[in-house]
């Protein structure tokens, strides 16, 4: 009887995990189906926080920014309790400088600037400010969200707590973005620098002019091949193709690639190596000094980047995504850089 009552409570059990099986299979020792399903077409969207401000803007507080633009400083910014208008205030009165002060310092509050705006050394500024032209931020200030139409300058040691965006954006030695800094056009970030999250159609780390020049793109991959365990990819094997490694992956100094590569384990490249296609590791991904990926990278624990590396091209900007980054003077990327816990520029 109790011999029955096992069989019967064995065969329910099993009938219960039988779903579940081929799940279990896959996280044990996934079939790699579809191997590389990212596609480096769709970049994350650069403007998304800067379309939403201007949106609140206009929709919230009545500022209309194209008629803003169309008649200059003949255009009246609708003022209220929860917005201010300001001006550079450099030259200004001293009641003047004060006034801003405190309309800076204000939590939940706006301030817009016509024309050029200025902050000064150790400014610590709680309002949201959008700025009609260029915004230059002076040392050790703290920032919380900025939107400039021209550019930002963010001077050193400069805390920015949430996010910046301007056409052109550039950070001088030990800023921190707690949050995410875009620019429609370019970021220049000197060492050391930290942030979560940057994007735009060239992000340049410190001076780029050795950096390597973008790879081509690609043709179509001819095959897909799949190797167990630990592999080395060297000038003898077949660089049209995509490659799946069920364990560590070496790819040899100087190699050209026209195909992508997905480790179950650390991928790590040589120098001077040239990649068109997806790089993706479900433990540390290392780019070798001088190499060039037109990317995406995926990286499910650290990416770094050796010196003088370029990610994407200007015609087809990419994602970077990783859990930490760390970034070698001399990099470029093309596109947007997430880090769930941080990325820093090393010195």
């Not at 032209?133 to 021209?150: F, K, N, P, S, W």
């Given at each position: 009887?109790?011999?029955s009552?096992?069989?019967?409570s064995?065969?329910v059990?099993?009938?219960?995990?039988l779903?579940?099986?081929?799940?279990?299979?896959?996280?044990l020792?996934?079939?790699?189906?579809?191997?590389?399903p990212m596609?480096?077409?769709?970049p994350n969207?650069?403007?998304?926080?800067?379309n939403?401000?201007?949106?609140r803007?206009?929709?919230?507080y009545?500022?209309d920014?194209?008629?803003m633009?169309?008649?200059?400083?003949?255009?009246?910014?609708?003022?209220?309790a929860?917005?201010?208008?300001?001006r550079?205030?450099?030259?200004?009165?001293?009641?003047?400088?004060?006034?801003?002060?405190r309309?800076?310092?204000k939590?939940?509050?706006i301030?817009v600037?016509?024309?050029?705006?200025?902050?000064?050394?150790r400014?610590?500024?709680r309002?949201d400010l959008?700025?009609?032209?260029d915004?230059?931020?002076?040392?050790d200030?703290?920032?919380?969200a900025?939107?400039?139409?021209g550019d930002i300058?963010?001077?050193e040691?400069?805390v920015?707590q949430r996010?910046?965006?301007?056409r052109?954006?550039?950070?001088?030695?030990?800023?921190r973005?707690?949050?995410?800094?875009?620019?429609?056009?370019?970021?220049?970030?000197?060492?050391?620098?930290?942030?979560?999250?940057?994007?735009?159609?060239e992000?340049?780390?410190?001076?780029?002019?050795?950096?390597a020049q973008?790879?081509?793109?690609?043709k179509?991959?001819t095959?897909r091949?799949?190797l167990?365990?630990?592999a080395?990819?060297?000038?003898?094997?077949a660089t049209d193709?995509?490659?799946?490694?069920r364990?560590d992956?070496?790819?040899?100094?100087?190699?050209?690639?026209?195909?992508?590569?997905?480790t179950h384990g650390?991928?790590?490249?040589?120098d001077g190596?040239r990649?068109?296609?997806?790089l993706s590791?479900?433990?540390?991904?290392?780019?070798g000094?001088?190499?060039?990926?037109?990317?995406p990278?995926?990286?499910?624990?650290d990416?770094?980047?050796?010196?003088?590396?370029?990610i994407?091209?200007p015609?087809?900007?990419?994602?970077?995504?990783?859990n930490?980054?760390?970034v070698s003077p001399?990099?470029v990327?093309?596109?947007?850089?997430?880090?769930?816990e941080?990325?820093?520029?090393?010195?």
């Amino acid at each position: 009887m109790i011999g029955s009552m096992l069989l019967l409570s064995g065969s329910v059990a099993g009938l219960l995990v039988l779903p579940f099986l081929p799940a279990l299979s896959e996280w044990l020792r996934p079939t790699d189906s579809a191997p590389l399903p990212m596609r480096r077409d769709q970049p994350n969207n650069l403007t998304f926080f800067a379309n939403s401000f201007r949106r609140r803007l206009q929709e919230q507080y009545g500022v209309d920014i194209e008629a803003m633009r169309a008649e200059g400083a003949a255009y009246q910014v609708p003022v209220s309790a929860e917005l201010s208008v300001a001006r550079d205030p450099r030259g200004r009165p001293a009641v003047e400088q004060s006034g801003l002060a405190r309309m800076l310092d204000k939590v939940n509050h706006i301030v817009v600037f016509r024309g050029n705006a200025w902050l000064g050394p150790r400014s610590r500024v709680r309002a949201d400010l959008y700025v009609e032209q260029d915004v230059e931020v002076e040392r050790d200030t703290r920032l919380r969200a900025c939107l400039a139409e021209g550019d930002i300058e963010l001077g050193e040691n400069v805390v920015v707590q949430r996010w910046v965006h301007g056409r052109n954006v550039r950070l001088l030695p030990n800023v921190r973005v707690e949050g995410r800094v875009t620019a429609e056009e370019r970021i220049e970030m000197a060492a050391p620098a930290r942030f979560e999250r940057a994007g735009a159609g060239e992000v340049m780390f410190g001076d780029v002019r050795s950096a390597a020049q973008p790879v081509g793109l690609p043709k179509p991959a001819t095959e897909r091949r799949v190797l167990d365990g630990d592999a080395t990819l060297a000038a003898n094997e077949a660089t049209d193709c995509d490659y799946v490694v069920r364990g560590d992956c070496r790819v040899a100094g100087g190699m050209a690639l026209q195909g992508s590569i997905k480790t179950h384990g650390h991928l790590r490249t040589g120098d001077g190596v040239r990649i068109a296609g997806t790089l993706s590791a479900r433990k540390n991904l290392e780019i070798g000094a001088g190499s060039a990926v037109l990317g995406p990278l995926i990286g499910f624990e650290d990416i770094v980047l050796g010196p003088n590396c370029r990610i994407g091209r200007p015609d087809a900007p990419t994602t970077l995504v990783c859990n930490r980054l760390f970034v070698s003077p001399g990099c470029v990327v093309h596109g947007v850089i997430t880090a769930h816990e941080f990325a820093r520029v090393e010195g």
